[in-house]
């Protein structure tokens, strides 16, 4: 079982930045890939970032490339979402979410564990 807890949402203007973050605990966090996952008003959830157990390799939808990066410290039982440059279609409630997965997935269905989740919104 492993346990997580988003924080650092909040309201921007549009170019400014907000850094994320999810604390686990239980189950050792370095066992699982992490996720960052969005879902905006009225629409479904969408992959944002993924990272493997390691910080080996990771992976950005998109949209957010340039502008994302997504960062673990295994230490402190950590994930990160430094976000730069937001944008109004960057509303959403993000949440952090964890697999147990071995290489880059994006599929939502592998996500085992879930936060409750951030939210953010970027004005115009």
């Known amino acids: 079982q492993l346990r997580l807890v988003e924080s650092g949402g909040g309201l921007v203007q549009a170019g400014e930045s907000l850094r994320l973050s999810c604390a686990a605990s239980?189950?050792?966090?370095?066992?699982?890939?992490m996720g960052w996952l969005r879902q905006a008003p009225g629409q479904e959830r969408e992959f944002v970032a993924t990272?493997?157990?390691?910080?080996?390799?990771?992976r950005y939808h998109d949209s957010v490339k340039g502008r994302f990066t997504i960062s673990r410290d295994n230490a402190k039982n950590t994930l990160y979402l430094q976000m730069n440059t937001l944008k109004p279609e960057d509303t959403a409630v993000y949440f952090c979410?964890?697999?147990?997965?071995?290489?880059?997935?994006?599929?939502?269905?592998?996500?085992?564990?879930w936060g409750q989740g951030t939210q953010v919104t970027v004005s115009s």
């Open positions: 979410a964890a697999s147990q997965s071995i290489v880059i997935v994006t599929d939502q269905s592998t996500y085992k564990y």
């Open positions: 239980g189950d050792p966090f370095s066992r699982f890939s």
């Open positions: 990272i493997l157990q390691n910080s080996e390799s990771w």
